[in-house]
Structures are given as C-alpha cells and as structure tokens.
C-alpha cells in the first residue's frame, strides 16, 4: 500500500516522464525535419551541378558539330571548285578522284554519328 507521499510523488514522477517523451518527441520532429532540409539541399545542389555538367557537355558538343560543319563546307567548296573548273585529268583520274571523295565524305559522316552517339548515349539510359 502506498501512503500519501508515495502517490504524490508517483503522480508528480509520471507528469515529468509525459513532459520529458514529448519534448524528446518535438526534437525527433525538428531533427527529423532539419535533415529533410539538409537532403533537399543535398539534392538541389546534385541535381544543379549534374545540369551544369550537361549544359557543358552539350555546348562543347555543339561547338565541335559547328566546327565539323565549317570543315565540311570548306571541304565543298574546295571540292565543287575543283570539279567546276576544266582540268586537264583523264576520265579515269576523275572517277577515281570521285571515289576518293565519296569514301572521305563517308567517313566523315560516320565519324559525326559516332560522335553523336557517344554523346548522346547518357541521354538515352536516364530517359
């Protein structure tokens, strides 16, 4: 049997314990929550600088597909003045300066679509 005093202090003991859980409970709440902050920024700042890396991937992409494409046109133009003005080559000479052209413009193409999609190939696993 307890007195008095006894379940005084039980009561008093138990208000004390009920107090002491719920601001253990409001300090899991805040903590809980400070690290969903701190993931969000974790997140934000993965997230931008993977966008960051892309932009400049694709930019550096873009400028060696323009700097192909100035080759390319610079290489038309010196091929089609060439075939414009007469020369003095043998029909033969001729066809087989044209298969020589036509396997270069062949490899340039093939070299401009591996280059693409080695590029590209990022895109296509996270999509």
Known sequence: MMNGFEIIMSINFGKHILKW????NIGQKKSLHAQEKRDDVTNSRFIKKNINR????IA??????????????????QTTAGAINPSTATTSSSAANTGRIHNAVDQLETAILEYIQHFTQHVKKHS
């Open 21 to 24: 859980t719920h601001k253990i």
């Open 60 to 77: 550096q992409a873009s400028a060696t597909i323009t700097n192909l494409q100035v080759q390319l046109s610079t290489y038309w133009t």
């Open 54 to 57: 892309l932009t400049s991937n």
